[in-house]
């Protein structure tokens, strides 16, 4: 999709339309953000009722991860660009779609890489040059064993596709039976059958961060653009829990962090918003971790940070316009609310009322029709004369909101 001059009105003649695959949270903003500049929206998801398909203009539940049930919605719908907006998407069907013309976003081989941990960590290390942690493969618990002996311990083991923590698994210290263990872990959460995993050097963090790199077509071609990033922790999970923005880090830190962010996007090529994860370790490092290419869970803060969420950047730079670097308003801080219980139809959202007191503070209710333990049902927002202000309130709020029956 090259530069474009006017918008369309959705449902007839001459519209402009993106399916997306996937319906989660961020794909409902993304897909709001959309409808507000006049696009048709589809939704292609693997249950009913997820949050985007509520905005959505039409919706379709399919196998992800059969690649004929992709191609045919996609061919049937004739978008004019497709959006991946998860992992577990048939990635062989996005490549082959390509070649027939449809505009993949980013472009179907940066979601190949970025949706496949061992082929994403040989592209930023080997390919980019990027600063990683140490890192091997394996394939079968025995080769776990000889990896994390190379690694070193303590060392984590993750699967080949996953997401948010999705397998991971933590080995402290030699153990050939732990790693075996942790191994057979990483492949049963594992989204898809592959039973190759990546073994990473565990490292004590300072922090996160997220940095939001985006390309879009301009006057010149196309440009990468690399605003303030994210900050976040997971609280010793592998989910996401808190972030916030602007970062309290270094100057230096924090561009260390934005170049590691712009080389990822660059490199991946295509038009979006990705989400580069990076870790700043205890002892001083910037490493590259993770990309995802599209709006990132912890950038759901930027709804309340920046002129223009991440949200807002993903379907301007999809839709072809163009996309002036945000700014960061004001301090921001968002806190994610995860289920504890399993298998709740129609949860219920308890203590919204005293949580909305809270000057600053706001709630974003996904509407996922059910829970499962771990869950993310909904995230609270909150601005502040401060990050630390931000923060507090974030938390104060979200401690007030149960998720019951």
Not at 150 to 161: A, I, Q, R, S
Request: with cysteine.
């Amino acid at each position: 999709m090259g530069k474009r001059s006017r918008l369309s009105t959705p449902l007839f003649d001459g519209a402009v339309k993106l399916l997306l695959l996937g319906g989660g949270e961020l794909g409902k903003e993304v897909a709001i953000e959309a409808q507000r500049l006049g696009t048709e929206v589809v939704v292609v998801d693997r249950y009913d009722w997820a949050p985007a398909m509520h905005v959505a203009h039409r919706h379709y539940v399919i196998d992800m991860l059969n690649p004929e049930a992709v191609k045919a919605v996609v061919r049937r719908e004739r978008p004019d660009a497709v959006v991946p907006e998860i992992e577990a998407i048939a990635v062989d069907a996005l490549e082959e779609l390509e070649e027939e013309g449809y505009l993949i976003i980013p472009n179907a081989k940066a979601v190949k890489i970025a949706m496949n941990r061992v082929e994403l960590r040989r592209f930023a290390a080997e390919v980019l040059g990027l600063p990683t942690t140490r890192y091997g493969f394996a394939e079968s618990p025995d080769e776990a064993v000889d990896a994390c002996d190379k690694v070193g311990y303590p060392c984590l083991l993750k699967p080949e596709m996953s997401s948010s923590g999705h397998g991971h698994a933590k080995v402290v210290e030699p153990s050939p039976s732990a790693v075996r263990e942790a191994y057979e872990y990483s492949v049963r959460h594992a989204r898809g059958k592959s039973r190759r995993v990546i073994i990473e050097e565990f490292v004590n963090l300072e922090t996160e961060f997220t940095v939001l790199p985006y390309r879009y077509v301009s006057d010149g071609g196309v440009v990468t653009v690399t605003p303030e990033p994210v900050e976040h922790w997971r609280y010793g999970e592998y989910h996401y829990i808190e972030s916030w923005q602007p970062s309290t880090k270094s100057r230096e830190v924090v561009e260390k962090a934005k170049e590691i962010g712009r080389r990822v996007a660059e490199g991946l090529g295509g038009l979006g918003i990705f989400g580069v994860e990076v870790f700043l370790t205890k002892d001083g490092r910037v490493l590259f971790s993770e990309v995802a290419p599209r709006p990132h869970d912890t950038g759901m803060v930027t709804m309340v940070t920046q002129d223009l969420s991440e949200f807002a950047v993903h379907a301007r730079c999809v839709l072809g316009l163009p996309v002036p670097e945000p700014r960061v308003l004001t301090p921001g801080a968002s806190y994610a609310v995860y289920a504890d219980e399993g298998n709740v139809w129609a949860p219920k959202f308890e203590g919204v009322y005293d949580a909305l007191k809270i000057d600053g503070v706001n709630v974003r209710v996904f509407g996922k029709p059910f829970t499962y333990e771990g869950r993310r049902m909904l995230v609270v927002l909150a601005r502040g004369e401060t990050v630390e202000e931000a923060r507090e309130k974030a938390r104060r709020a979200a401690s007030l909101i149960k998720i019951t029956r």
